[in-house]
């Protein structure tokens, strides 16, 4: 059901998200031109932080404020709005658009368009991890040396994504790690550990289908060996895992040390190597356009 009474909208748009050629600026003007809506543009410009982006939400007192890009430009404005009642939208605009992927968005312009007007509110739960917001997906090993070398090539899309791991496939290792998962301690040889916010990632890989953005709980996924029958059942099946390589755990807090410093990553973006994380809920922390 559509939001039939006025409403003001801020966009928040990153001109250099996504690869896909579309004017937003236009295609925001032209849907709006007929509708009573009030909307304000913001362009995010070449070094802007994140306090100019906030000046502008209070300048602009929107309900609704919009993050027109991928991942990384719904990361900035999720922290804009953190424990407010100003609802956030999303166009995905970006080359990875993982949590509108989550979120049921319509990847055609259009239909985006059409969502950010929708009376249906929801609320939900961020991750604080090494005093940073995970609003998707965060990991530490095979998958953060894959976006190292993703974002160090010319090669985007999944055709790029898939090479990058090609090569991190064969010379990967498994890292000894200590997991203390709320007060719960555990060690673990593993490929990869996710910490979960949702459920999939921007391809569409299914990797905690016990994933839920509207409970008091995150996820910590601990993947012992990347195997392609496990990447099979991410990607297409969706079948339980192989609890030999797979464990699932629920969680509101999580301490991780590897022996050795390992790559990590939060919502798509290279981190760099680490050899400790912690990680908290923070419980109906956005309300969001569902």
Request: hydrophobic letters at 45%.
């Amino acid at each position: 059901m559509h939001n039939n009474d006025p409403l003001k909208l801020l966009f928040i748009i990153n001109p250099a998200s996504g690869n896909s050629g579309i004017d937003w600026p236009e295609q925001i003007d032209a849907f709006f031109a007929s509708l009573p809506h009030q909307i304000e543009k913001f362009i995010l410009f070449h070094g802007c932080n994140i306090s100019s982006v906030k000046d502008k939400i209070a300048a602009s007192n929107p309900q609704r404020v919009v993050a027109v890009g991928g991942d990384g430009t719904v990361k900035l404005v999720a922290e804009c709005l953190l424990h407010t009642d100003i609802v956030m939208g999303i166009l995905p605009a970006g080359s990875a658009n993982g949590l509108a992927k989550e979120l049921n968005i319509p990847p055609d312009t259009q239909g985006a368009l059409q969502h950010l007007l929708l009376n249906e509110i929801q609320k939900i739960h961020l991750i604080n991890i090494n005093s940073q917001l995970c609003v998707h997906l965060s990991d530490i090993g095979f998958n953060a040396s894959v976006i190292k070398i993703f974002e160090a090539g010319k090669r985007r899309g999944m055709s790029g994504y898939i090479k990058a791991a090609w090569k991190v496939l064969w010379k990967h290792s498994v890292m000894k790690v200590f997991i203390k998962i709320d007060g719960y301690s555990i060690i673990r040889e593993a490929a990869m550990i996710v910490i979960a916010n949702a459920t999939r990632y921007g391809s569409g890989a299914v990797i905690n289908p016990a994933g839920r953005l509207d409970d008091d709980l995150f996820e910590i996924v601990i993947v012992k060996k990347v195997s392609f029958s496990e990447i099979f059942k991410m990607m297409f099946s969706h079948k339980p895992y192989d609890k030999t390589k797979t464990e699932l755990y629920q969680a509101q807090s999580v301490l991780i040390e590897p022996r050795k410093a390992a790559h990590f990553q939060i919502d798509g973006e290279y981190q760099g190597k680490i050899n400790k994380i912690e990680a908290s809920i923070l419980a109906q922390a956005l309300n969001i356009v569902k």
